[in-house]
Nanobody, 123 residues
Framework: VQLQASGGGLVQPGGSLRLSCAASGRAGSRYSMGWFRQAPGKEREFVAAISWSGFSIQYTDSVKGRFTISGDNARNTVYLQMNNLKPEDTAVYYC?????????????????WGQGTQVTVSS
């Protein structure tokens, strides 16, 4: 499975961005997808995850009500809509995949990782 993340950039506080994660090489398989982020000097942390069916969606507390994860199985793409961005959201964002019905919230729970996309929230 190959993952390609895109959509990062520089945005002012209160602004929005939509990240995309395109997956290839997983035709016919059911994967849960997750988004993680890593700020300089910090460990990679869980942001959001979605099951293949879309029935199970999870968020870390700091992004609830601001971020929305969604999936398009026809396009093998997962999105992370980020609204009301804050400076503390600044990080490299990574998408990840695992062949599992229930999306994990830990780094070790995922088998495949994208290359990361930089999100910078600054005025």
């Amino acid at each position: 499975v190959q993952l390609q993340a895109s959509g990062g950039g520089l945005v002012q506080p209160g602004g929005s961005l939509r990240l995309s994660c395109a997956a290839s090489g997983r035709a016919g398989s059911r994967y849960s997808m997750g988004w993680f982020r890593q700020a300089p000097g910090k460990e990679r942390e869980f942001v959001a995850a979605i099951s293949w069916s879309g029935f199970s969606i999870q968020y870390t507390d700091s992004v609830k009500g601001r971020f929305t994860i969604s999936g398009d199985n026809a396009r093998n793409t997962v999105y992370l809509q980020m609204n009301n961005l804050k400076p503390e959201d600044t990080a490299v964002y990574y998408c990840a995949a695992v062949k599992n019905y229930d999306p994990p919230q830990t780094v070790k729970g995922y088998d495949y990782w994208g290359q990361g996309t930089q999100v910078t929230v600054s005025s």
